[in-house]
């Protein structure tokens, strides 16, 4: 514990012959002298705290240089939040089912915007800006939306008694956003009061996540007690329109509507009208895959640390090495900025592409396709200095949707003028795979290994063996001592 506030030597400042501190006073009375040793004490102790704190600060900082520290990168809706889920369910899964309660409402709330994003549709495009009618099209697989054709061509009044009935399904929205987020400032895809709001993204979800939002949910859920409360009314409105979400997901008009749209709502992130008895109902418990498949933003960077509950009870120093800290960013555009401070002390970087994006373009910036953005981004993140020592790792995601969207007739090539091979998966994610590794190869600063992987990260059997190669190249690349691994 540092002294230096009992130092005797005053030091000297200003003109010469004025000392600092200027104690004791030549002429001080008792009444002074006992206020000065006061104030002295009180300072004391105000320097011990501060030292105090630094010390935790050093030691906290000493037990960080012992994590492994993982850098999750890439665009926004890349995966890069699912594949932490991944790690988490393979290496910490008691904790991860304990907070998997608390994913319910995320999920539902994924379902109830879905159905207020058809409503909205179906209510017509009138009060809709040209804008959204633009961005509900980002979604679209087609490479030329139609989503201006008039609404009012598939519009069926059969639908008003459904709409009516469904309704209420707004103020369970209103009430999940609000239980999410709490203190949170409103955001843009927050609920703007009653009024409905033609969302860009049906299910989109948007609330600072990290674990401060599971927690509140838990501890609102604890602390409530027997009472019921907002959430449980919303829950029961969600489960008295099971019925009519099916209808309303089933209707004719509804799917002829998003059609014409262009709208392929189950190729969005958090689709879970499939789901709907289930997931409405009021017993429902999230599954894994469930959870694998919700859709909460990332907003800022948020710090992630994970325990591998097979090093429960040995000793420290093991535990400390089977400590993971995972930093999991915002991939939308104007959150790239916060990243870099991250590069800096980082043991591992793995960067997602979605291979599906090659017919889209991001949601915050409608005039750039994802797949170019992805390898801009790519080529960013391999010239970068600061990461030229970490371990990379590139995983080349969603190929069940490339997939899904080749075979639905989809042209990599009406996308991609360079592609000249047959449009089927294998040569597409084969391309890709080429092209990535190329930039990798021609942007590094030095010589760097790449572990490549096409993957699914929302498919828990196959995810289980890539996260088993990803943590055993990165334990090896940073070398751990064996014990460690
Ligand atoms: N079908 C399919 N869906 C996936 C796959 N990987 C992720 N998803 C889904 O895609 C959505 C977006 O994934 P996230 O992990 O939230 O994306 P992110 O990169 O963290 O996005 P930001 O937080 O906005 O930066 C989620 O609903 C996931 O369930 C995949 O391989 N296939
Ligand atoms: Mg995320």
Redesign the pocket.
């Known amino acids: 514990m540092s002294t230096r506030r009992e130092s005797t030597s005053p030091i000297q400042i200003g003109p010469v012959g004025q000392s600092w501190p200027p104690y004791p006073p030549a002429e001080e009375t008792e009444l002074e002298r006992a206020l000065r040793l006061e104030e002295e004490k009180e300072a004391k102790k105000k320097s011990d705290v501060i030292d105090e704190a630094i010390e935790v600060e050093r030691n906290e900082l000493k037990k960080r240089k012992q994590y492994i520290k993982v850098l999750l990168l890439?665009?926004?809706?890349?995966?890069?939040?699912?594949?932490l889920k991944q790690f988490q369910l393979n290496y910490a899964p008691k904790a991860f089912q304990a907070e998997s309660e608390a994913w319910r409402a995320v999920i539902q709330l994924n379902l109830v915007r879905t159905v207020n994003f058809i409503l909205d549709i179906m209510a017509g495009s009138s009060n809709m800006t040209s804008e959204e009618k633009e961005s509900a099209a980002t979604y679209s697989s087609s490479p030329q939306p139609n989503a201006n054709r008039s609404s009012s061509e598939t519009r069926n009044d059969d639908l008003g008694p459904l709409k009516t009935r469904l309704a209420p399904l707004r103020q369970v929205e209103m009430i999940l956003v609000n239980r999410l987020s709490a203190d949170e400032p409103r955001r843009s895809g927050s609920l703007d009061g009653l009024t409905p709001k033609y969302y860009s993204r049906a299910s989109e979800v948007s609330i600072r996540g990290g674990t401060g939002w599971k927690a509140l949910v838990q501890r609102k859920q604890d602390s409530r007690g027997s009472e019921p409360d907002d959430l449980d009314q919303a829950r029961q409105i969600l489960e008295t329109c099971q019925k009519d979400i099916v209808a309303l997901w089933k209707s004719p008009p509804v799917q002829q509507q998003l059609r014409q749209s262009d709208i392929v709502l189950r190729d969005q992130?958090?689709f879970f009208l499939d789901d709907t008895r289930r997931i409405a109902s009021q017993k429902y418990k999230p599954t894994f895959p469930d959870i694998?498949?919700?859709?909460?933003?990332?907003i800022g960077v948020e710090e992630h640390s994970m325990t591998f509950e097979s090093a429960e009870g040995q000793s420290a120093a093991a535990q400390a090495g089977k400590t993971w800290l995972f930093y999991?960013?915002?991939?939308?555009k104007g959150q790239r900025a916060a990243w870099a401070p991250y590069f800096d002390d980082v043991n591992a970087m793995i960067f997602?592409c979605s291979m599906a994006g090659f017919n889209q373009t991001l949601s915050e910036d409608r005039s750039v396709n994802r797949l170019l953005d992805s390898l801009t981004l790519w080529k960013t993140i391999c010239s970068s200095k600061l990461l030229s020592n970490v371990t990379f790792i590139l995983l080349l995601?969603?190929?069940?949707?490339l997939e899904a969207k080749l075979k639905g007739g989809e042209l990599f090539a009406r996308y991609v003028r360079s592609f000249k091979e047959a449009n089927d998966f294998k040569h597409v994610s084969e391309y890709l795979r080429g092209k990535f590794i190329a930039i990798h190869k021609s942007q590094s600063a030095r010589k760097r290994a790449l572990h490549v992987h096409l993957?699914?990260?929302?498919d828990i059997e196959v995810m289980s063996h890539v996260i088993v190669r990803l943590r055993e190249a990165i334990l090896v690349d940073n070398l751990m001592s064996v014990d460690l691994i």
Do not use: F, H, P
């Open positions: 890439g665009q926004a809706e890349s995966g890069k939040s699912t594949i992130s958090g694998l498949k919700a859709r909460l933003q990332t999991d960013v915002g991939g939308s997602l995601n969603k190929c069940d949707l993957t699914c990260a929302i």
